[in-house]
């Protein structure tokens, strides 16, 4: 079959994506200046190549609410700022099944467990950590989710922890470029995220890691993030678009300073530099995308979404989601998640540390195409701030 858009540069990028090539930082600012139309077609024509031809969807829970001490700018839950959200600890780990429950019967083949918090620690708060445990188990048994989690840094006993539960995806979003990160957070780093993903994976988790768009950065920042991406090697890949909540130091505009192009192009982009992953579709896509543009993004090459409600805002309904996927002329993703979590380990080439535990229900698909859990708020993915 011939692939052809009529653009050579897109043309080019995709013939040797379809190769297995892994495109670059140059092919990424190159394609970011091609016109839309041919960008969403080669990038569709990528997604088709590589994917199953489904978008899957995952579901949240705002598993610990608001006094974040982080001072994210874009964060409706940090300490830092009055955004006047109501705020509680850690929720019952019968509360978070619940919430699993509902996502399932919403058509979520994933769910993520978040909290808002630099870092869920088991040594200084063990009964919190005994408690997020708990849930994992309670989702993975009674479910057909696949149980993911954004939980902070971790440290490495944490995640070797985590992994030996069955938690299959690990979130933690990098937000922006290198450059740009300081400009937008000031309490942690930007290696100490790229260090707990590094961990997550080392431990044996699929990574799930995204930006948010519109904060200010440029469009060479929105490539280099996706670059910096491909170095950590995630999964899925959350695309979110800066809702920005009064109160916090981006909250004094009316929407992102993104364009609905400037949108659409960069999902296009990503799908070119990770061609493997589920680029999803997450945060502020309601209010920075017209009713008449939400398919757009998926017909650039997003094959997966953030359904429901988001940790602190409402989300669109599940049954908006099927229509806008519809549209898009995809379908979605239906399966029914039975997955042994050590294939997790196994994919990352690592043995089963414990080789007496069997397989069990509802930790996922084990096909490594992506999901995980994404925005603690419209424009904020995780609970680290």
Not at 25 to 40: I, K, S, W
Not at 131 to 142: K, Q, Y
Not at 164 to 187: K, Q
Not at 342 to 356: E, I, Q, T, W, Y
Request: with cysteine.
């Amino acid at each position: 079959m011939v692939y052809e858009t009529g653009n050579r540069t897109v043309d080019d990028a995709v013939e040797r994506a379809l190769d297995g090539e892994r495109l670059d930082r140059t092919d990424g600012l190159a394609l970011l200046a091609q016109p839309v139309e041919a960008l969403a077609a080669g990038a569709d024509l990528v997604r088709r190549h590589f994917s199953d031809g489904t978008v899957d969807a995952c579901g949240i829970v705002n598993a610990k609410a608001g006094n974040c001490a982080e001072d994210c700018g874009f964060c409706a839950q940090s300490a830092h700022f009055d955004t006047g959200i109501e705020t509680h600890g850690f929720l019952e780990p019968e509360r978070i099944l619940a919430a699993a429950k509902r996502a399932a019967a919403d058509g979520a083949q994933r769910f993520g467990i978040v909290v808002a918090e630099k870092g869920v620690s088991k040594e200084r708060r063990p009964d919190e950590w005994a408690d997020v445990i708990e849930a994992i188990r309670l989702v993975r048994e009674e479910t057909t989710v696949e149980v993911d989690a954004s939980l902070g840094l971790l440290t490495e006993a944490e995640a070797a922890e985590l992994v030996s539960e069955g938690l299959n995806h690990y979130n933690h979003n990098i937000e922006t470029s290198r450059r740009y990160f300081p400009e937008v957070v000031s309490t942690h780093g930007f290696e100490d995220r790229l260090e707990t993903l590094r961990r997550a994976k080392a431990a044996g988790m699929d990574l799930c890691s995204g930006v948010i768009l519109g904060m200010g950065e440029s469009p060479a920042d929105r490539v280099d993030a996706a670059v910096e991406l491909q170095g950590i090697g995630v999964s899925s890949l959350p695309v979110n678009v800066l809702d920005p909540i009064e109160g916090t130091p981006l909250g004094d505009r009316e929407r992102a300073a993104i364009s609905t192009t400037g949108i659409v192009k960069t999902v296009a982009v990503y799908r070119f530099l990770h061609p493997n992953a589920r680029v999803r579709l997450t945060g502020g896509r309601e209010v920075n995308l017209e009713p008449d543009e939400q398919h757009l993004p998926f017909e650039a090459g997003a094959d997966g979404v953030l359904t429901g409600d988001y940790l602190t805002t409402a989300g669109g309904s599940p049954a908006d989601d099927l229509e806008i996927i519809e549209r898009a002329g995809l379908e979605p993703n239906r399966s029914v998640n039975a997955f042994d979590p050590d294939a997790v380990l196994a994919r990352h080439g690592r043995p089963n540390s414990d080789p007496s535990r069997s397989p069990s229900i509802g930790s996922g698909s084990g096909s490594g195409s992506g999901g995980g859990a994404a925005e603690s708020d419209r424009s904020e993915p995780t609970s680290d701030g």
